[in-house]
């Protein structure tokens, strides 16, 4: 009888252990950044060059981990933060695809770079994100703001509708460091790009550009 009590808590054990470990969730991507595996961008730079960045094949697991909570860093040198939810997302340029988000580490959506508001038909006009660094001290600040949105957009001979605008600007002590100009199609991704570098007094120092050639959403 006592054999047969323990064997019934023991399968009770395994049940609510295995009713934990939930398998990871499938996302879909941002329809203004439709990064499904293995689609893929060719751009051509400024001085002429052509790149091709491109979707990993496979989804990846996403970890959002509890220290998303309690700020940046562990709380102690022991401390293990413990995962909340997963996510199989798509992977690209070695960072990880979470909808309007892109991040290095798999760690925390909240300290992620996001590209622009999740809902682009809600969202006004004006800054969405902005965050300080610590690159020179605690005077750097970073904020991107959606510029423009369902908007039609020419780059290289085709136009392209239903295209947002997003600027983003790089201040320390006060001055612009750089900035930088995106804009997204829906159901294309990043069709433009131009970076704007600024000397130490402000001045414009350098500027790239970057726009899209051709595309493959593999959706």
Same mark, same amino acid.
């Given at each position: 009888?006592? $054999?047969?009590?323990?064997?019934?808590?023991?399968?009770?054990?395994?049940?609510?252990?295995? $009713?934990?470990?939930?398998?990871?969730? !499938?996302?879909?991507?941002? @329809?203004?950044?439709?990064?499904?595996?293995?689609?893929?961008?060719?751009?051509?730079?400024?001085?002429?060059?052509?790149?091709?960045?491109?979707?990993?094949?496979?989804?990846?697991?996403?970890?959002? &981990?509890?220290?998303?909570?309690?700020?940046?860093?562990?709380?102690?040198?022991?401390?293990?933060?413990?995962?909340?939810?997963?996510?199989?997302?798509?992977?690209?340029?070695?960072?990880?695809?979470?909808?309007?988000?892109?991040?290095? !580490?798999?760690?925390?959506?909240?300290?992620?770079? &996001?590209?622009?508001?999740?809902?682009?038909?809600?969202?006004?006009?004006?800054?969405?994100?902005?965050?300080?660094? @610590?690159?020179?001290?605690?005077?750097?600040?970073?904020?991107?703001?959606?510029?423009?949105? =369902?908007?039609?957009?020419?780059?290289?001979? !085709? &136009?392209?509708? $239903?295209?947002?605008?997003?600027?983003?600007?790089?201040?320390?002590?006060?001055?612009?460091?750089?900035?930088?100009?995106?804009?997204?199609?829906? !159901?294309?991704?990043?069709?433009?790009?131009?970076?704007? =570098?600024?000397?130490?007094?402000?001045?414009?120092?350098?500027?790239?550009?970057?726009?899209?050639?051709?595309?493959?959403?593999?959706?």
């Amino acid at each position: 009888m006592l $054999s047969r009590i323990l064997f019934i808590f023991v399968c009770v054990g395994l049940l609510i252990s295995c $009713s934990k470990q939930k398998a990871p969730q !499938n996302t879909t991507p941002h @329809s203004y950044f439709p990064a499904y595996p293995s689609s893929h961008w060719e751009y051509v730079y400024h001085l002429g060059q052509t790149v091709i960045k491109q979707v990993d094949p496979n989804l990846h697991v996403f970890e959002y &981990l509890d220290d998303c909570y309690v700020g940046y860093g562990a709380p102690g040198p022991d401390y293990e933060p413990t995962v909340i939810d997963q996510y199989a997302v798509p992977k690209y340029e070695g960072k990880y695809v979470f909808g309007h988000i892109l991040d290095g !580490n798999s760690v925390c959506r909240d300290r992620a770079y &996001l590209m622009f508001p999740e809902d682009i038909d809600g969202a006004s006009l004006g800054r969405f994100y902005s965050v300080t660094y @610590s690159d020179y001290g605690p005077t750097g600040y970073v904020y991107r703001e959606l510029t423009f949105k =369902d908007s039609i957009v020419e780059v290289q001979g !085709n &136009l392209y509708g $239903s295209t947002i605008g997003i600027r983003e600007r790089k201040l320390f002590n006060g001055l612009t460091q750089d900035e930088t100009y995106e804009y997204y199609t829906k !159901n294309v991704g990043l069709i433009y790009r131009v970076h704007i =570098d600024y000397d130490i007094a402000g001045g414009q120092h350098d500027t790239t550009t970057l726009e899209l050639v051709s595309h493959n959403i593999n959706d």
